[in-house]
């Protein structure tokens, strides 16, 4: 489970419920969810504050807010509703503690650091045929163009195993070294 962002069967199965209770709180009940694209995201964060304060004006028992799709017979108990909502106020509260420590990236923030990583290291591959271009033009020899070739495939792959995804992106977006 992606610890910033969630589908409706992550966060279900978080909280102990089906996708569809998910969605009909998403449509009916107010849980936060962005839209991307064909799908809903839910961020975490506030999703679990959310049910916290949804489950918590009730104990999680009354009809209006009961979090669980059972039959009454199977109604969770007082118990274990306080149980599973001093669960997720842990949950929560360790995950607020990771942020602060750097320990939770954003997903935007990755993907940021690997569209860079990208963009650099198609510019190295791409740059490659002008540089060798310039040391082969004229060399008829077969084993100086093996050579060549060589050094500058191992080069380029020494180079591409040190990008630097984090400084990449910093770099692309201005706040870099």
């Not at 509260?93 to 569209?115: F, T």
């Not at 002008?130 to 050094?151: C, H, M, P, Y």
Request: with cysteine; charged share 25%.
């Amino acid at each position: 489970m992606n610890p910033s962002a969630m589908s409706a069967v992550e966060f279900g199965k978080f909280v102990g419920v089906s996708e569809k209770t998910v969605r009909n709180w998403m449509n009916n009940n107010g849980l936060p969810f962005t839209d991307a694209g064909r799908s809903r995201v839910i961020d975490s964060v506030a999703a679990i504050k959310w049910y916290v304060s949804y489950c918590g004006g009730s104990g999680g028992n009354s009809v209006k807010n009961h979090p669980l799709e059972s039959q009454p017979e199977d109604a969770e108990s007082y118990e274990d509703a306080l149980a599973r909502k001093t669960r997720a106020e842990a949950d929560l509260k360790e995950l607020q503690l990771a942020e602060r420590r750097g320990a939770v990236a954003s997903i935007e923030d990755v993907e940021k650091a690997v569209s860079a990583a990208n963009i650099a290291t198609r510019t190295q591959i791409e740059a490659l045929p002008s540089k060798l271009a310039t040391q082969l033009v004229g060399v008829e020899d077969r084993n100086t163009v093996q050579r060549v070739l060589q050094r500058e495939m191992t080069q380029l792959l020494t180079n591409l195993a040190t990008i630097d995804a984090v400084r990449e992106s910093a770099r692309a977006s201005g706040d870099g070294e």
